[in-house]
């Protein structure tokens, strides 16, 4: 709407990106390259990446492989012990009797198993009606030893936890024995390194994760995403989270 001398009325201006809006939604995925069961899991995740087919959702995922199906000569060369402990946080938070994989748990909030195509989306979709906190990103860049430099800016009375993850854009791997053996599979968002920062780190202080250890051909042409997100120290629900893709 223009008002008297051609400007623009304020709510206009504030209402015009509403329609196009969408909420940031952080979808973990658990899975295992020794499970014959998480493949589809990791071509769903991969598809909700790419086309982003919950309407009024911006699905920020990560893929976290766990080390508890490290076994029948197959060790999942992505798996690290922070991720099985971050999946054990989940089972006693939801009180569930074990762990399992894939499972996906849709900001921190409501778990399922990870290849529910359903289940999935109406999940994230219902996290999208909740508007998050805002959380910003600030100078993150790569330094000479692969460690990721950043910033972030969020409110500080959030009552929240600050946690970081580095994941590779894309990842492939040919698996020579387990229950997956034979198989070539694709994993997109792979995390490789997590750290929890605490409450305090939303100040625009500067703030440091060590580079993944990667292989060279991992490496080659693989961009990294730097996720950071809020969890609340009450209930364990992400209260914001945004990324961001930085270029080797």
């Not at 304020?10 to 995925?29: F, G, K, N, T």
């Not at 034979?182 to 305090?200: D, I, P, Y």
């Not at 100040?203 to 490496?219: F, N, Q, T």
């Amino acid at each position: 709407m223009v008002i008297a001398g051609g400007a623009v009325a304020p709510y206009a201006m504030a209402q015009a990106p509403a329609a196009d809006r969408r909420e940031p939604v952080l979808v973990e995925l658990f899975t295992s390259e020794g499970c014959s069961d998480c493949p589809p899991a990791d071509a769903l995740l991969a598809e909700l990446d790419a086309t982003q087919f919950v309407p009024g959702a911006q699905a920020i995922v990560l893929s976290e492989h766990v080390t508890y199906w490290n076994h029948d000569g197959w060790t999942d060369p992505f798996s690290l012990d922070d991720l099985t402990d971050r999946q054990n946080q989940y089972k006693i938070q939801f009180g569930l009797s074990d762990v399992y994989t894939p499972q996906i748990v849709v900001d921190g909030a409501e778990p399922m198993v990870g290849n529910d195509r359903n289940k999935v989306e109406s999940a994230i979709g219902r996290a999208a009606a909740t508007p998050k906190l805002e959380v910003q990103i600030v100078a993150a860049h790569q330094s000479a030893d692969h460690s990721v430099n950043f910033s972030v800016h969020a409110p500080a009375d959030a009552k929240a936890t600050l946690v970081a993850a580095l994941a590779e854009n894309a990842t492939r791997s040919e698996v020579a024995r387990g229950e997956n053996k034979g198989r070539t599979l694709n994993h997109v968002a792979v995390v490789r390194v997590l750290k929890e920062f605490g409450s305090s780190a939303v100040d625009g202080r500067p703030l440091r994760l060590s580079g993944p250890k990667r292989s060279s051909a991992e490496a080659a042409g693989n961009p990294l995403r730097l996720v950071v997100f809020l969890v609340s120290r009450k209930n364990g629900h992400v209260l914001a989270v945004a990324e961001q893709t930085l270029s080797q």
